[in-house]
């Protein structure tokens, strides 16, 4: 099949499928006239790729998952610690999230919203507050 047909069938786009095989996830096969030609092999691979980084694995976490994928006496304890890895660090994200939400509902909490000039969160940004401290410290607990 040809690459916009691949492209249709894996849920990627075509300049994704050219990234991909230019760091070599995928190796297309060649017709005469040089358009790649990808097989049911090919399409699968994609489909891997496309799935694995949907759930926010790096091109490195799948290409480690690729070997893993395609080795039939694989350790299902490796793509285990892999993914548990990848848990830890979702895990660390949403703590970071959380403490940015938190700081960012401190600062809305401290703006009175009118028509005033006067706004601790234009404060804060331009780091001109004595409230910085406040919401630094609010954070940490």
């Known amino acids: 099949m040809n690459i916009s047909l ?9 300049k994704t499928i050219r990234y991909y095989e230019d760091i070599g996830l995928v190796r297309p ?23 694995a980084r949907s759930l926010g694995f790096s091109i490195e976490e799948c290409r480690e998952l690729l070997s893993l994928y ?3 006496h694989r350790a299902s304890a490796d793509v285990k610690a892999l993914t548990r890895t990848k848990i830890s660090e979702v895990d660390r994200k949403i703590a970071e999230l959380q403490s940015l939400k938190k700081v960012l509902s401190t600062l809305v ?4 919203g009118d028509n ?11 780091g001109t507050s004595g409230g910085e401290a406040a919401i630094t410290q609010s954070t940490e607990k």
């Open 70 to 72: 395609e080795d039939r």
């Open 109 to 112: 909490d401290a703006c009175h």
């Open 29 to 51: 096969g060649r017709s005469e006239n040089g358009y790649r030609e990808f097989a049911e092999p090919d399409l699968q691979r994609l489909k891997f790729l496309q799935r």
């Open 6 to 14: 691949a492209a249709e069938r894996s849920g990627l786009p075509v």
């Open 116 to 126: 005033r000039p006067d706004c601790p969160i234009i404060d804060d940004l331009a």
